[in-house]
């Protein structure tokens, strides 16, 4: 049975669920304590950011529009794709083609308008994504770098949309982070799918011993490369380690513990096969929520205390 749901067909071929994984364009400027290089003020570089969620949430819309006008007949195999707009005969391909020239150009628009280079990253996702959903995305390894990167921009465009220096540990922990996201999805594509699907021919190329490998090894980065970070202090380059915080607590290395145990329950729900949607995990789990939540209030301690 197809979900319940009262959005329009078009608005739903725009896929507003996923567009959670926009927040990530906060990371930047958060982990940063909201400083720039110019000394840009708060509500500024709040505002910035905000816009270049709402243009990647535009730009994503474009992709997702201009995936599913493409695979329509694959998604009309898949147990769940098949009730997307599109494949579900809810909205015409060619509506949904208009709709992605429109989407384009409204992120584009703000893209620049916010700071030419996040301009510049819209147009480098989307020429990657268009690579990636035209030619690459059967692809083995190709494809689990490509969707990664996706992610990693995300990461990149909230520095760039305030000019925010973004130090060598955040771009390891955004994609390793991402690395880790994209191959536990595949991982549990192939649990619920296995590789003969036919939905993804990628799959076909894969094992799961090797998936398995793939989102060990980037969990063990991420949180690797996150320790060194907070037991630095989160410092920028060339600047000594504050000390101690709020209360005379080491908030960011404390912040490491809801991290891992966060790492380890989404780990759970990859080796179950229930992790094919980043976003549904996220939305749907409320045990990785309340670790999440913790997380995110000790980082916030850390940095601004």
């Excluded at 969620?53 to 998604?75: G, M, R």
């Excluded at 195999?77 to 997307?84: C, D, N, Q, S």
């Excluded at 995305?137 to 909230?158: C, E, N, T, W, Y």
């Excluded at 590789?195 to 980065?221: I, M, N, P, Q």
């Amino acid at each position: 049975m197809p979900p319940k749901t009262y959005l329009p067909a078009w608005l739903r071929a725009m896929r507003p669920r996923q567009w959670v994984k926009n927040v990530l364009v906060f990371a930047a400027p958060m982990t940063a304590g909201f400083h720039t290089r110019g000394n840009a003020d708060y509500v500024d570089v709040l505002i910035n950011t905000l816009l270049a969620f709402v243009a990647f949430s535009l730009i994503s819309a474009t992709i997702y529009l201009l995936n599913d006008a493409k695979d329509v007949a694959e998604d009309r195999l898949h147990p769940k794709k098949r009730f997307r707009p599109i494949a579900a005969g809810e909205l015409k391909v060619s509506t949904a083609y208009v709709l992605a020239v429109i989407t384009t150009i409204l992120s584009l628009s703000i893209g620049f308008f916010t700071a030419p280079m996040l301009g510049v990253v819209l147009i480098v996702y989307l020429v990657l994504q268009l690579l990636y959903t035209q030619f690459l995305k059967h692809q083995p390894i190709i494809d689990l770098a490509m969707v990664a990167s996706g992610f990693l921009l995300r990461m990149i465009a909230g520095g760039v949309a305030s000019a925010i220096d973004i130090s060598a540990w955040f771009l390891l922990v955004a994609a390793f982070g991402s690395l880790f996201m994209v191959s536990g999805k595949r991982y549990s594509e192939m649990v619920v799918l296995g590789s003969d699907a036919g939905t993804r021919k990628s799959l076909k190329e894969y094992t799961v011993s090797y998936l398995r490998f793939a989102w060990h090894l980037s969990a063990a980065v991420t949180l690797m490369a996150y320790c060194l970070w907070a037991i630095g202090g989160g410092a920028a380059p060339g600047q000594p380690a504050p000390a101690d915080g709020l209360w005379g607590m080491p908030w960011l290395v404390i912040s490491i513990i809801p991290l891992t145990i966060g790492l380890l329950q989404y780990a759970l729900e990859v080796d179950r096969g229930d992790a094919g949607e980043p976003e549904d995990v996220v939305l749907n789990h409320r045990a990785l929520q309340i670790m999440g939540l913790l997380w995110l209030v000790t980082l916030a301690l850390g940095i601004f205390f």
